[in-house]
């Protein structure tokens, strides 16, 4: 019998032992895990700052319980909720790092997203900082430290984060589906001057101003934006142009307004859609000028070359559903096929 309680009293001692030993183990804790992802360091960048994709690979909200939104959903202070979670990004160091504060069930812990260019892409490092409880560091203490818990889920992570990526930003298609007739139009425009890959989120950040100023003003929205080319540089991959948002009646604004007024007269153009990411702008105009020339049409240079955003950033936030319609104007308005005379059929003999 005493054996017994002397094994008894052993035990709750070595309890005991173990319970101080755990409690007093420091909590804090870093985490670092990196992947090269092959894609521009912006497109990573944006893609990482803008929370409506965080549902496309997120890992910490196992339950899938539906995610909740704030008003600001990408850069400094957006916020997304889900049960008893939040994430919400507390700085911004445009095309290089991002920090995160993540609370889950009360337990905070900041992300930090660092990024680097490679010969190939991206280097995406993703360190976590935080902070273990008892229950945490007893796991831990079990499973041989709380990089064996949490480096396989940030792990993971990356892996989702690469493959939407990959899949989102490299799917797209080109067709030349050939003239088309453009009616008169009346419209508001800003002008811009970016880099072809960040025109998705220029026209995101005009096309809020412009319908902005359309509610203040009494407009009414006729029909999808769309851009004029000014001049398109692709050595250098500077893109002026004017965002427009089409409107029922023509106005007039004052001098110093940055939106104003226009109006463009029915034309006829030579059409192309390009279905995916505005990076394979550059594709999609090739193939324009391509058939144009194939067609032996004439461009009309009086007017400028438009973009029209049938589905856009504003209507999903998955660039491979982007339907983006490329028209050159030119002076035909059919394509003239030549007839084959019955001469130069052959005989069947």
């Avoid at 894609?39 to 944006?46: E, G």
């Avoid at 957006?78 to 049960?83: G, P």
Wanted: a negative charge; charged letters at 25%.
């Amino acid at each position: 019998m005493k054996i017994l309680k002397y094994i008894f009293f052993f035990i709750v001692l070595s309890v005991i032992a173990l319970t101080v030993f755990i409690a007093t183990q420091n909590s804090n804790y870093t985490i670092s895990k990196e992947k090269e992802i092959n894609l521009p360091k912006y497109t990573v960048f944006n893609y990482l700052n803008n929370l409506k994709n965080y549902e496309q690979w997120q890992v910490f909200n196992e339950e899938t319980t539906p995610f909740t939104l704030d008003s600001i959903s990408k850069g400094k202070d957006a916020e997304i909720h889900w049960k008893n979670s939040s994430i919400k990004i507390t700085d911004v160091f445009p095309s290089d790092s991002l920090i995160l504060n993540l609370n889950q069930d009360d337990i905070e812990s900041t992300l930090k997203w660092k990024l680097k260019s490679t010969k190939k892409g991206t280097l995406v490092t993703l360190e976590v900082e935080g902070k273990m409880d008892f229950i945490t560091k007893f796991k831990a203490f079990f499973q041989g430290g709380i990089e064996n818990i949490n480096g396989p889920i940030f792990e993971k992570t990356l892996n989702s984060i690469n493959h939407h990526l990959i899949e989102e930003y490299t799917k797209f298609t080109v067709k030349n589906e050939g003239i088309i007739l453009i009616n008169e139009t009346y419209f508001i425009k800003k002008m811009i001057s970016c880099t072809a890959e960040n025109l998705s989120e220029q026209i995101f950040e005009t096309m809020k101003s412009m319908k902005l100023f359309c509610t203040e003003n009494d407009l009414k929205v006729n029909g999808n934006p769309f851009t004029i080319f000014e001049n398109i540089n692709f050595s250098s991959g500077v893109v002026n142009y004017a965002v427009c948002l089409p409107i029922t009646t023509e106005i007039f604004t004052n001098e110093d307004s940055d939106i104003t007024g226009g109006k463009t007269e029915s034309f006829h153009a030579y059409k192309t859609t390009l279905t995916g990411d505005y990076s394979h702008s550059d594709k999609a105009w090739g193939e324009n000028k391509k058939g144009i020339n194939e067609n032996k049409l004439t461009v009309k240079s009086s007017i400028k070359p438009i973009s029209i955003y049938k589905k856009s950033i504003l209507d999903s936030n998955k660039p491979s559903e982007w339907i983006t319609e490329i028209l050159t104007p030119v002076n035909e308005s059919v394509i003239y096929i030549p007839e084959v005379s019955n001469d130069s059929i052959p005989a069947v003999q």
